[in-house]
């Protein structure tokens, strides 16, 4: 109890009254300071930049500190405490952080690099297949188009052999592009499809959508085709149920339905070339299209959405999998080929008389490996 009175007189004194608003001060001065450095310096972009480069986001930390943290108290422990746990057994303290570095340095690896690298190339895959770009940038095209087949390889082999520097060079930087952590060929957010495919309110902001997705590589005949599809089988389905209930005062009105569907395509025949001159588009089909663009859950954005989730979950997994059973398994097959390799020699060497028990090793064998060891021994 006299403790308790005294760290509470301590408490209420003046002096930690006074500490506290001492402390409170200094750190107020400093964040002045450190404002005001950063507003009048001319290397304050470099301030920004690792700002941003340590800034968390939400549950996900920036990949300086996140690395940082990963070797710090996943791999260095690992690796002092092995080295610390047998000192006169150089073999098992070997074996150990051979272990480590099988098991633990691959797992961090995948954290840090592999999720991102798959994600991008899964997506620009998708992107292939879809035409839609679902990447921050392509990657650099190694090849021409050729035919399949073997007049395609041979073709492709005499490129390779004509410019062999530069198909090397492109090569480096897509594998650079796709293992770089925080900048490279990355998948696109959800945020950014929304960005970049909804939004617009004229025919010429349109336009220049489709002409960004041509300047990314993508197929932006492909997304005009597939658009014009969606406006079409909407207006055939609207056309339907206005047939259900077909009456005299609404005659008018199917034949103007009609007429826009007519429109849409003849629009869709003329293809993307259609809305280069927004004069001559017809004015129901321009307001179709607009309306559609101005969605923000328009179809583009949708399913760029969910083949977004789809290649993100699919990518989860598989790195879940391996993580999770491949990597155990691997580490366990490593373990018995050595060890079976290591008994295989011990029988070579042992005279058959002592019995296979004799070939048990105490310094090959450790505690943790008994199991391992009893499928080969019996």
């Known amino acids: 109890m006299n403790i308790q009175k005294i ?115 899964v997506a620009a895959i998708a992107s292939k297949k879809s035409g839609l770009p679902m990447t921050n940038k392509p990657y650099q095209e190694l090849f021409q188009n050729t035919d399949k087949g073997l007049k395609g390889i041979s073709e492709k082999a005499k490129e390779f052999i004509n410019n062999p520097i530069d198909k090397l060079k492109k090569i480096g930087r897509n594998i650079l592009d796709t293992l770089h952590p925080t900048d490279g060929v990355r998948a696109l957010t959800n945020d950014e499809f929304v960005s970049k495919y909804s939004g617009y309110s004229s025919i010429e902001e349109i336009n220049k959508m489709f002409n960004e997705i041509s300047s990314q590589k993508g197929n932006p005949d492909k997304i005009f085709d597939k658009i014009m599809n969606i406006l079409i089988n909407n207006q055939q389905k609207a056309i339907g149920q206005q047939n259900e209930q077909v009456l005299a005062r609404t005659a008018n009105r199917n034949q103007e339905a009609q007429k826009l569907l007519d429109a849409l395509i003849d629009v869709k025949k003329k293809g993307l070339a259609s809305l280069q001159d927004a004069k001559k588009l017809n004015e129901d089909v321009k307001n179709l299209l607009i309306d559609f663009f101005k969605n923000n859950e328009n179809r583009l954005v949708l399913d760029a959405k969910g083949l977004n989730a789809s290649l993100r979950t699919g990518a989860l997994a598989f790195e879940a999998a391996y993580l999770g059973f491949g990597l155990p398994a691997l580490n366990q097959l490593r373990l018995e080929k050595k060890y079976l390799s290591n008994e295989k020699k011990n029988n070579a060497s042992t005279p058959r008389a002592q019995g296979p028990n004799t070939t048990l090793n105490s310094k090959t064998v450790k505690a943790n490996e008994v199991k391992i060891f009893n499928k080969f021994i019996k």
Do not use: C, H, Y
């Open 7 to 121: 760290g509470q007189n301590i408490a209420s004194s003046n002096i930690a009254k006074s500490a506290m608003k001492s402390a409170n001060t200094a750190s107020e001065k400093l964040g002045g300071i450190v404002g005001n450095a950063l507003e009048k310096s001319k290397s304050k972009d470099v301030f920004s930049k690792i700002a941003n480069t340590l800034e968390p986001t939400g549950a996900n930390n920036a990949f300086i500190p996140m690395a940082t943290l990963m070797v710090a108290t996943v791999i260095a422990p690992r690796v002092l405490t092995a080295a610390k746990r047998n000192p006169d057994d150089k073999e098992a303290t070997k074996d150990e952080i051979t272990e480590i570095l099988f098991r633990d340095v691959q797992t961090v690896l995948i954290i840090l690099f592999a999720l991102k690298s798959i994600n991008s190339i």
